[in-house]
């Protein structure tokens, strides 16, 4: 780095793409009209020799000099230096601030980080959306693969970058968003449902059979499968439960999630926070699902008292006693089917993720002819739509047994009334 006085401004090298590249720094007034208004570090990148950023430096200087600064006090800055300052200041959660995050640094900043926020464009923003539909899946090491992006993942991208441009636009930073443009193109409804394709999910036979194995096979773990599939709560709703949430055996009332924040370069870390929305909601427990609380209760208490204080967790690790990670919940399942199919090889159960777990449960329900609205509520989603939109494969079959239902009314209808009529016979 080529250090100035302070004031003067700073040279300094970076690498990006493999290229080496410079950046100028300087310090200019957060309000030029105003003298006594704090000075704001400001910076410009993609200078290609340092001769060339000293040239730019001085320029900027001369031109902070003669006051020419007062309309462009953000001339120059660039998407990814817009997009750190935006993410850190934008108001929301840690772990979606972290999604955001991890967005930026993987999907946006490798491609369109050194273009100027200003001269950023929605033909830009397309080639960006199509560039990761190629080629733009990352490993978990964050290394390109040979795959793109489903149409899901680059309309998350299309969002996050259609939420900052917003406050740029309202900073007076760029003119127009370009997300909002026609030129974008982000991928369409249609294409993000298509790609989604159907849930897998097990019906109520294959989700009994499990369970029957876990309780003989995976005792420590068999408590949380059997609320899951019995509740359909999700993964850190159950890590997060509390036996203060509990009211055996009626209800369970779900206040928290627990979430791992990722950020790179730092540990992660599990954070606990409310339920999505932020409202608390109550699920009924079906019998057997609160006998097993019951007995998992009992069974702990053998162990240490302590670990069934109204707040400890009701599904901790087994190993320490300690809160579950929702990592180790996921892993300690797929694990769990794994050796269920070890064992039954003449009759696999087709393998599901444990957030299929969830699926199975509102699956279920709707088949045993719960209102969706009722699903909705109960499974957590912040509308009813999402209800529909998951589960909408499972209308045909539906429909299939409301129309044997029907059917059977009808038919029943008309034995009475044959009856009637036969009564009606024999009395004359």
């Keep these: 780095m080529s250090r100035r006085k302070h004031g003067e401004g700073s040279i300094y090298a970076y690498t990006y793409a493999g290229v080496r590249k410079y950046r100028i720094q300087w310090y200019e007034r957060a309000d030029p009209e105003d003298p006594d208004s704090p000075l704001r570090r400001r910076s410009k990148g993609g200078f290609p020799t340092a001769k060339s950023a000293s040239v730019g430096l001085r320029e900027k200087l001369s031109s ?199 950020t790179k370069g730092q540990p992660d870390y599990d954070l606990t926070k409310k339920v999505k929305g932020g409202r608390p909601r109550k699920v009924e427990l079906n019998r057997d699902v609160a006998m097993v609380l019951r007995n998992h209760r009992r069974r702990l208490a053998t162990v240490d008292m302590n670990r069934v204080r109204a707040d400890r967790p009701v599904f901790a690790n087994p190993k320490d006693g300690h809160q579950m990670r929702p990592n180790f919940v996921y892993r300690r399942w797929a694990r769990a089917v794994e050796r269920y199919n070890l064992d039954h090889p003449n009759d696999p159960l087709p393998p599901i993720t444990v957030h299929e777990l969830r699926h199975t449960h509102a699956s279920v329900l709707l088949i045993a002819g719960w209102h969706p609205k009722a699903v909705q509520e109960r499974l957590g989603h912040a509308s009813f739509q999402i209800t529909m939109d998951l589960y909408t494969h499972l209308m045909p079959s539906m429909q299939r047994d409301s129309m044997d239902a029907y059917q059977a009314m009808l038919d029943n209808q008309r034995t009475e009334e044959t009856a009637g009529r036969v009564a009606e016979v024999e009395e004359d």
């Design 64 to 262: 902070l000099d003669r006051g020419e600064a007062t309309s462009t006090a953000r001339a120059g800055i660039t998407v990814a230096e817009f997009l750190d300052e935006w993410v850190e200041g934008h108001r929301v959660g840690e772990s979606t601030k972290s999604g955001y995050r991890r967005l930026i640094r993987l999907h946006v900043k490798p491609y369109i980080g050194e273009v100027e926020l200003a001269k950023l464009t929605s033909t830009r923003l397309a080639a960006l959306y199509r560039k990761l539909e190629s080629e733009g899946r990352r490993n978990h090491k964050g290394e390109l693969t040979d795959e793109g992006l489903g149409p899901n993942s680059v309309h998350k991208v299309h969002q996050a970058l259609s939420v900052a441009l917003d406050s740029a636009l309202g900073d007076g930073m760029i003119r127009a968003n370009p997300t909002r443009l026609q030129g974008a193109k982000p991928p369409t409804t249609k294409q993000i449902k298509e790609a989604k394709g159907e849930i897998t999910v097990w019906t109520m036979g294959q989700l009994t059979k499990f369970l029957s194995w876990a309780e003989r096979e995976d005792p420590e773990m068999f408590p949380a499968w059997a609320f899951i599939g019995h509740t359909g709560v999700r993964r850190g709703e159950m890590v997060g439960l509390r036996w203060s949430d509990l009211d055996l055996p009626r209800s369970a009332s779900i206040r928290r999630t627990v979430a791992t924040i990722k």
